[in-house]
């Protein structure tokens, strides 16, 4: 069966703290990984997409990699404004889109 | 107005009432979506709209009934709910749905509320 696995549920972070969120997935057929970041009472924004083993993407004071089992999201040095909650989404080759049940980053000042 | 756009963004009901949630996207997309966001679950995929037409029911029950005019408007409608019912129901759209790696761009939602 395929399925995506966020980890931790929640992560409390100082300014300035880095650390690193994980998407584990087991899937048929890997077609892509999507990123996204949701804020409270607003819907998920798309951050990025990663196609292919060994790929990274970087935006800001974000930057995403992608193994054959897994995926991170990296956060340098985070700002309380980088609070929220981050989505991955693996992309299968059937065109399905699974998500998983996200990881909730409080960053305090 | 660019993006995907939700109204209402809240909605109460009862559980016999008749409501309808629409969705109107302005980025020239084809496929438009639905997903259910419950607490502590991840987004379920409700249906699938492709050109107009519905590519995928995933075995939602009948009282959520979808309809899609054209390729900007996507309406949800509701009839008879259940308190379980109640979630954030979020509309989506993207290229087309086949197309490698387009991402879907979602609205804000809205938030159902079931008495």
């Known amino acids: 069966e395929d399925q995506v696995t966020q980890s931790p549920e929640a992560l409390r972070l100082q300014e300035g703290e880095s650390s690193s969120l994980n998407c584990s997935y087991t899937?048929?057929?890997?077609?892509?990984l999507f990123w996204y970041r949701q804020d409270p009472g607003k819907g998920p924004e798309f951050l990025f997409t990663?196609?292919?083993a060994g790929e990274e993407k970087e935006k800001e004071r974000l930057k995403a990699t992608l193994t054959k089992k897994e995926s991170f999201l990296h956060i340098t040095a985070p700002k309380p404004e980088d609070s929220a909650t981050y989505l991955c989404?693996?992309?299968?080759?059937?065109?399905?889109?699974?998500f998983g049940t996200g990881t909730r980053l409080q960053v305090f000042p | 107005e660019t993006g995907v756009t939700q109204t209402p963004r809240h909605l109460v009901m009862g559980m016999t009432n008749k409501k309808s949630l629409k969705c109107e996207q302005h980025?020239?997309?084809?496929?438009m979506y639905w997903y259910k966001q419950s607490a502590k679950k991840p987004l379920e995929l409700m249906f699938v709209y492709n050109f107009k037409e519905q590519t995928e029911n995933n075995s939602v029950p009948s009282r959520f009934s979808p309809e899609c005019p054209n390729s900007s408007h996507l309406f949800l409608h509701l009839h008879t709910l259940q308190p379980e019912d109640s979630a954030l129901y979020l509309c989506?759209?993207?290229?087309?749905?086949?197309?490698?790696?387009?991402?879907?761009?979602f609205g804000d939602g809205t938030r159902l509320s079931i008495l």
């Open positions: 989404a693996v992309h299968l080759n059937t065109d399905k889109l699974i």
């Open positions: 990663l196609y292919s």
């Open positions: 980025l020239g997309h084809n496929a």
């Open positions: 899937v048929s057929g890997l077609r892509g």
């Open positions: 989506a759209s993207s290229h087309s749905t086949g197309t490698s790696n387009q991402p879907q761009h």
